[in-house]
């Protein structure tokens, strides 16, 4: 399966990324490389196994519904790249 | 005189508790040597001076942590430009653990980018060098730990693994580096790359250190509901003797094509040691593994990646790009925050769990994984630990693999089938190819740390490995 300039550009997207003309092209070569090697896979005739998305069998886990100290207004917006009073500013929304 | 090159941390610790040194006098000797030596290795991309409380106030051991691991008040990148200047505002499990031994941060390590990478070549901070051939790479991700530990710039550190990052830097600087069980170690406050597959370890000089290391760390964490109790206690190995212990030699984990001679060579010397030792050796098949191992994991590990990584936004940390608008400023950061391997790996994972592929991709690698952990499983019941090489090659050039991905994704061939059922590994020096050192692999069952401990720490003690790089004795 191979992936073109079309489909690459509708990936980069859905994945957010701003991709440079240059970059396009040399994704596009390393992406189908990749992506040639990985579909290896389905050489395997799997039809019957069932997948496997996490290496334990840890079924479930419960917290105690309590309430305890968690991290500041302050604290969680420490690290913002601009904040406004007790938010995270970002710009306005636009067309898309 | 302190002599960090040779300095383990079980020595550290005797020498601190006898009241030989001070903490202080040990932490200034590390600094000393990193003021010395790092500016050629570049293994740290942040030193601390001890003087906070967050570098931890204790009077013990200091200690390195890949810069993956969150840590508070001490700036954490994950060695990417997107992360640059992000200052965790607590600290991961590991390092509250860490702390409440009294051990000190010495600093942040170096690592490809999000942990992405075989060499550190892929660090948006320069790469880190060997201390055996600095023109050569100290493997990856985790190469800034094992480059530090092999350099004496820390007498051991943390390390994180995905699907090598702790066993093959440790193969290629010639140190003791575990991957531990998935679920053994809190993955809190780690920056998350592949949530099922990521695990933090320790690397260290000797197995004994290694396993004092992966003791603090290891245990249930009511903040990672994937962690669990540790069946049995860590035990500090001590014996030289593996009578009764059963070792299986997968075939094609020790003939993969393109296992250089001299690391094939190194491990077999290996192998006829532990059967001097009393273990019984016999041959065994991992095919499927070895075969499909790698495409499932450049399929898994990546689509988890593209989730992870969607976080980076530009809107509660890390860097953010001017824009006039919100979906221009998120597109336009990630463009100039992320380097090119996360950028491919987002964009073959989110290719691979998009609509119409995710069947023929994810869903079909998630039933590759189970064929691989039932593989595995099987050779269990009839072996205690298998052997195999670490890393196929010694450490290689700078610069040689950097122009082809595929060719670096080939560096974690040998380590990758275990990582993707869950399994414990550890690495062992076993010797020098070309002057550069070999490291041998042992994988066990689930929880079977102490297994690969007695068997890596009484070859260890046959081999008489010199872990001081040549060039720096």
Partial sequence: ?96 | MIDTLRLTAEEAKRLLEAREISGAELFAAYLAAIGERDPELHCYLHVCDGSTEDEGGGEGIPIAVKDVIGTKGIPTTAGSKILEGYVPVYDSTVVERLKAHGLRILGKTNTDEFAMGSSTENSAFGPSHNPWDPSRVPGGSGGGSAAAVSGGLAPWALGSDTGGSIKQPSALCGNVGLRPTYGTVSRYGIVAFASSLDQVGPVAKTVRDCAYLYSIIAGRDECDTTTVELPQPVELPEGADLKGLRVGVPKELNEAEGIEPGVAAAVQAAIAKLEELGAEVGECSLSLSVEYGMPCYYLIAPAEASSNLARYDGVRYGYRADAAERLEMYERTRNEGFGDEPKRRIMVGTYALSAGYYDAYYGQAQKVRTVIKREHDALFETFDALVSPTSPTVAFPLGARTADPLAMYLCDLLTIPSCMAGLPGLNVPCGLSEGLPVGLQLIGPQFAENTLFRIGHALEQAIGFDPVPERLR
């Fill in chain 1, 1 to 96: 399966m191979a992936i073109d300039r079309e489909q690459l550009l509708h990936v980069a997207h859905l994945a957010r990324l701003e991709l440079r003309e240059d970059e396009i092209e040399r994704l596009e070569a390393q992406l189908n490389d990749i992506l040639e090697a990985v579909s290896k896979v389905s050489e395997l005739d799997l039809a019957d196994v069932p997948p496997t998305s996490h290496p334990h069998d840890v079924v479930n886990v419960w917290d105690q519904d309590e309430p305890r100290p968690c991290l500041s207004a302050e604290d969680a917006l420490a690290n913002a790249p601009e904040r406004e009073g007790d938010f995270f500013k970002v710009p306005p929304g636009g067309a898309a």
